[in-house]
């Protein structure tokens, strides 16, 4: 059974830096290489909204508030996707929720709050 596995979420000052990790727990590896990768959040009282995609192919894209402050990585031989937050601001508070594009497979969510 394939679950995509959020990790590294918490509280943090505005400035600082968290990095999430996605992990794609029981993916197959060449599944796992070609699928696309995203990084959602959702705050509450607002709609679920994309904030980076890794490709197979390594593109990447953001979402135009966090380009420059946000980078997504991924190590394939770890089926693993992380997002290294940076600068945090109070409106990055969230929960951020990883999603599988192959397998149309969201994970459970990981809370990240950044005081001011």
């Known amino acids: 059974q394939v679950r995509m596995v959020e990790s590294g979420g918490g509280l943090v000052q505005a400035g600082g830096s968290l990095r999430l990790s996605c992990k794609a727990s029981?993916?197959?590896?060449?599944?796992?290489?070609?699928?696309?990768i995203g990084w959602y959040r959702q705050a509450p009282g607002n709609e679920r909204e994309m904030v980076a995609t890794?490709?197979?192919?390594?593109?990447?894209s953001y979402a135009d508030d966090v380009k420059g402050r946000f980078t997504i990585s991924r190590d394939n031989t770890r089926r693993t996707v992380y997002l290294q937050m940076n600068n945090l601001k109070p409106e990055d508070t969230a929960v951020y929720y990883c999603?599988?594009?192959?397998?149309?497979?969201w994970g459970q969510g990981t809370q990240v709050t950044v005081s001011s």
């Open positions: 890794s490709t197979g192919g390594a593109q990447r």
């Open positions: 999603y599988s594009d192959v397998r149309r497979l």
């Open positions: 029981g993916m197959i590896l060449s599944v796992f290489n070609s699928d696309t």
